[in-house]
């Protein structure tokens, strides 16, 4: 792989944002570096990139140089079995990082819409989505208010939100080391305001899948209950997340005021290992006990969890078995999510872009250490936004056995079906059961997994893999379902929004929390 030089791809000024169609609108100038890109054929690609005379190339895209965070010119290639990708800025050069460790794990797409494809292997299809349909069985009315303002990031309104993140406040009672939103604030969201904001994002998306209530630690809001309260009286969202580090539902009487709210209630509890060391290079705490007592308080009270792990390498990523396995003996605890770190807000351990955890690492982490019998192949891609943005394996938890599902349902055939769904009915789960058809035997569980299957014996594990200044791709971006409402109540991706946006959006105009009723 070659040194860093200067090459002469372009790159347009961010620092205004207009709203016509010219190349001074935020559009416009992504639109301009695309024309450019799709301009390059291979052999011009090599010309200005530079990959190495053996490595493979497989598409271009657009970038953030990690020095200046515009955007600039990308391509996407393999080097001795990894994926790359090598930006071009003209006033930093090019720069190099790495975006997945297995090449079997990458994907591409055809939503990719910035650049150019040149490998024509590997390429998931995705359906176009339908917003008249918000998953399971019920569907809503096809929202009609759009947005046609072109603000100074890319706009989310006709994507799909699997989840919206809504910070209501920057107070936290740790101080980690890893912190996608560095809080460490003392600024709340009025009550008022939530309601405004979830109410107009619900008029303009129809309806919304989940909404995460996060922070900081969220509970720490003085109206952390009322805001719950009215989220839960909101018929069209269908879910509340909570993530939480868990120090205040130790105590039992915090963690039943939960109990009015768990139709709808997943509690997402940071879980990063159990080992004193691990966690202090994370969050600066060893909270292990705490953590427990929380698992048993929501079991007891029948509240549904979710356990959320954050993986560093060489810090915590060889306890990923025993985080897996604890999740696999709570029934209440429906799913482990998996996030290899991302170095945006507060990262104070070493930062690593050509030597990071990406997807496949965690998934064979996974299959190497949890006592689960599991293979790679049976993980799939999420199908939503992008199959680079997650992967996701099932099982069914019935009768005192663990069967894994996933390896008997073939994505392709039921693609239809479950793109763009995180909620589905007993009915369509057991349909996508047994899909696929290999051998005699794996039919025959299959057809078991089918009859047997209830959506409350489902158990997931997730790998979600976010992305930041070193590793960003706008055709992920562009088909984000993970969204997080900035101070403007503006919906934009998560990853976006921290890579480029967070330092440049200040809570400074937000009421102090010691200033809030309780």
């Not at 405004?196 to 129809?206: D, F, N, T, V, Y």
């Not at 995460?212 to 989220?231: C, D, K, N, R, Y």
């Not at 698992?295 to 356990?307: K, N, P, S, Y």
Request: hydrophobic share 35%.
């Amino acid at each position: 792989m070659s040194d860093l030089t200067s090459v002469t791809l372009p790159i347009l000024d961010e620092s205004s944002c207009g709203t016509s169609a010219s190349g001074s609108s935020f559009q416009g100038r992504l639109e301009a570096i695309s024309r450019e890109l799709v301009d390059l054929d291979e052999a011009a690609a090599v010309r200005n990139f530079e990959p190495g005379p053996f490595d493979r190339l497989l598409k271009s895209t657009i970038s953030l140089c990690p020095e200046c965070l515009q955007h600039v010119a990308a391509l996407v290639y393999t080097h001795d079995g990894r994926v790359w990708i090598r930006k071009s800025c003209p006033t930093h050069g090019l720069s190099t990082a790495i975006m997945e460790n297995d090449e079997r794990f990458y994907f591409l797409c055809n939503k990719d819409r910035w650049g150019r494809r040149y490998a024509g292997d590997r390429v998931l299809e995705f359906p176009e989505y339908d917003r008249a349909c918000c998953g399971g069985s019920s569907c809503c009315d096809t929202p009609t208010n759009e947005s046609s303002t072109d603000f100074n990031f890319t706009d989310q309104i006709a994507n799909k939100t699997c989840t919206v993140l809504v910070e209501i406040t920057n107070a936290c009672n740790l101080s980690c080391k890893v912190c996608y939103s560095d809080a460490k604030g003392d600024r709340v969201m009025s009550l008022e305001m939530f309601q405004r904001q979830i109410r107009e994002l619900i008029e303009a998306k129809g309806w919304l899948d989940s909404v995460q209530l996060t922070g900081g630690e969220a509970v720490m809001h003085p109206q952390f209950w009322e805001i719950a309260s009215f989220l839960h009286t909101q018929e069209r969202v269908l879910k509340i997340y909570l993530p939480t580090n868990g120090l205040l539902f130790a105590k039992r009487e915090t963690a039943e005021r939960l109990v009015p709210l768990k139709d709808k209630l997943i509690v997402l509890l940071q879980f990063d290992g159990q080992s004193a060391d691990a966690n202090l290079n994370l969050r600066n705490a060893n909270p292990t006990r705490v953590r427990q007592q929380v698992i048993e308080h929501l079991a007891e009270l029948g509240i549904a969890m979710q356990l959320t792990m954050t993986l560093t390498k060489g810090v915590n990523d060889d306890e990923v078995g025993w985080v897996i396995d604890t999740a696999m003996r709570h029934h209440h605890i429906k799913i482990a999510a998996l996030q290899p770190v991302t170095y945006s807000g507060r990262y104070d351990l070493a930062r690593e872009p050509v030597e990071r955890l990406t997807l496949s690492d965690v998934v064979k982490a996974v299959t190497s250490q949890a006592n689960t019998r599991m293979r790679d192949d049976d993980f799939v891609p999420i199908p939503c936004s992008h199959p680079n943005c997650g992967w996701l394996t099932l099982f069914v938890r019935r009768f005192g056995l663990r069967l894994n599902v996933a390896r008997h349902i073939d994505l392709a055939r039921v693609m239809n079906q479950v793109a763009y769904k995180t909620v589905l009915s007993q009915q369509e789960i057991r349909d996508m059961v047994g899909s696929a058809q290999p051998a005699l035997w794996s039919r025959v569980i299959g057809n078991i997994g089918r009859k047997i299957v209830r959506p409350t014996d489902m158990f997931g594990i997730a790998v979600k893999p976010f992305m930041d200044c070193f590793n960003y791709d706008q055709d992920r971006i562009s088909n984000c379902c993970h969204h997080l409402l900035d101070t403007h109540g503006r919906p934009i991706s998560f990853c976006e929004y921290n890579a480029r946006l967070r330092t440049s959006d200040p809570w400074d105009t937000f009421p102090e929390l010691s200033n809030v009723n309780r």
